[in-house]
């Protein structure tokens, strides 16, 4: 496992949305490594140097939604995996939680611009082909959280 460490490839062209993809990342490592509750993970990432240029409101209703939500991202990704949820890298299992959050909740915002998001932050964070596994695991993910969006989408 490769991973990157969690601050690596700053970019100063992200956009707030993004930053706050990021960060909450970073509050789902820590959460799933300490197993701290969610109020001290946002106020621990919320001290981190660059948060300022976060989406904070953003930032918040990933991390809580992904942490509240877990048991059901997990059940809902869990057959389109090939191992275990336990044995996913931190940053994967992250990623996956995050991502199937989007797909579920934040109807708003694309599927795959939420795929997009998801594997930028892998390829950002993760191992060396991690992207590529949750780019598949995510594209499995959409048609069942998102079957009319992706039925249109694939008839365009």
Request: overall charge neutral; glycine content about 8%; charged content about 30%.
């Amino acid at each position: 496992m490769n991973e990157k460490p969690l601050h690596a490839n700053p970019s100063k062209n992200r956009t707030p949305r993004h930053r706050a993809r990021e960060f909450a990342l970073q509050g789902l490592y820590q959460w799933l490594l300490n197993n701290e509750d969610a109020k001290t993970v946002v106020n621990n990432i919320r001290a981190a140097h660059g948060f300022d240029k976060a989406d904070g409101e953003y930032f918040a209703a990933l991390l809580y939604g992904a942490i509240e939500q877990s048991i059901e991202l997990r059940a809902a990704f869990a057959p389109l995996v090939d191992r275990g949820i336990d044995e996913l890298s931190p940053i994967e299992h992250g990623v996956l939680l995050l991502g199937a959050y989007e797909l579920k909740n934040q109807l708003d915002i694309p599927y795959r611009v939420v795929i997009n998001e998801a594997v930028e932050l892998t390829k950002s964070f993760g191992g060396i082909d991690g992207h590529k596994y949750v780019n598949g695991v995510l594209d499995k993910l959409a048609p069942r959280l998102r079957s009319d969006e992706v039925a249109s989408d694939k008839k365009r």
